[in-house]
């Protein structure tokens, strides 16, 4: 059975800083990339920031210098470490491999940037 769990969201002011944590099973964890995703109000989800079983990252344009993404493999977590946050960033986001799995959408972590 997949599970993946979110953590962290919450609300803070722009300029602010969230860190999100995602525990996932092995079955999706091992061996594969992994991705947060994120979901805007009337927009479609989007994929914001993937690492590689071996590291390595790569960002969507929207948070690049702004956002970094890590990972223990050992531990089947992955963390979003976001900085300068934007009322833009504002968002339900989640993680899943990278191509998705259908079966790993978990209930994600709520973002708010406001003043």
């Known amino acids: 059975q997949v599970q993946v769990v979110e953590s962290g969201g919450g609300s803070v002011q722009p300029g602010g800083s969230l860190r999100l944590s995602c525990a996932a099973s092995?079955?999706?964890?091992?061996?594969?990339?992994m991705g947060w995703y994120r979901q805007a109000p009337g927009k479609q989800r989007e994929l914001v920031a993937i690492i590689t079983s071996g590291g390595s990252t790569n960002f969507a344009d929207s948070v690049k210098g702004r956002f970094t993404i890590s990972r223990d493999n050992a531990k089947a977590t992955v963390w979003l470490q976001m900085n300068s946050l934007k009322p833009e960033d504002t968002a339900v986001y989640y993680c899943?491999?990278?191509?998705?799995?259908?079966?790993?959408w978990g209930q994600g972590t709520q973002v708010t940037v406001s003043s």
């Open positions: 899943n491999a990278v191509p998705s799995w259908s079966s790993a």
């Open positions: 092995a079955t999706i964890f091992s061996m594969n990339a």
